[in-house]
């Protein structure tokens, strides 16, 4: 079992920055993959970032914007968010799976999940 706790949303003018981070404990957390997701009102939660193994991922909507990152020691994978945009607007969870079975971008292969954090763009 993998807890995860979510912290940093937050309301934020278009072009600003927020860092959101995600605590985990329960598992040996270098043996997780970790992603963020984000769901907006009337939408499908959708993939933002992930870390594992294999290497990083990013959605192509925040590629140049967004960047994970994770530190082993203190067990949380951050998301640090540039230039924000009216359309980043959304719950943002943490999500987690066990490592080594890559970082997909379906939010159903991950088991793990926190609360979610809410992260408001104002333009």
């Known amino acids: 079992q993998v807890q995860l706790a979510e912290s940093g949303g937050g309301l934020v003018q278009a072009g600003g920055s927020l860092r959101l981070s995600c605590a985990a404990s329960?598992?040996?957390?270098?043996?997780?993959?970790m992603a963020w997701f984000r769901q907006a009102p009337g939408k499908e939660r959708e993939f933002v970032a992930a870390?594992?193994?294999?290497?990083?991922s990013l959605a192509d909507s925040v590629k140049g914007r967004f960047s994970i990152s994770r530190d082993n020691a203190r067990n949380t994978v951050d998301l640090q968010m540039n230039s924000l945009k009216a359309e980043d607007t959304a719950v943002y969870y943490c999500?987690?799976?066990?490592?080594?079975?890559?970082?997909?971008?379906?939010?159903?292969?991950?088991?793990?999940w926190g609360q979610g954090t809410q992260v408001t763009v104002s333009s």
């Open positions: 870390m594992g193994w294999s290497g990083t």
């Open positions: 999500a987690a799976r066990a490592s080594g079975l890559g970082i997909p971008q379906v939010p159903q292969l991950y088991p793990y």
């Open positions: 329960g598992r040996s957390f270098s043996n997780v993959a």
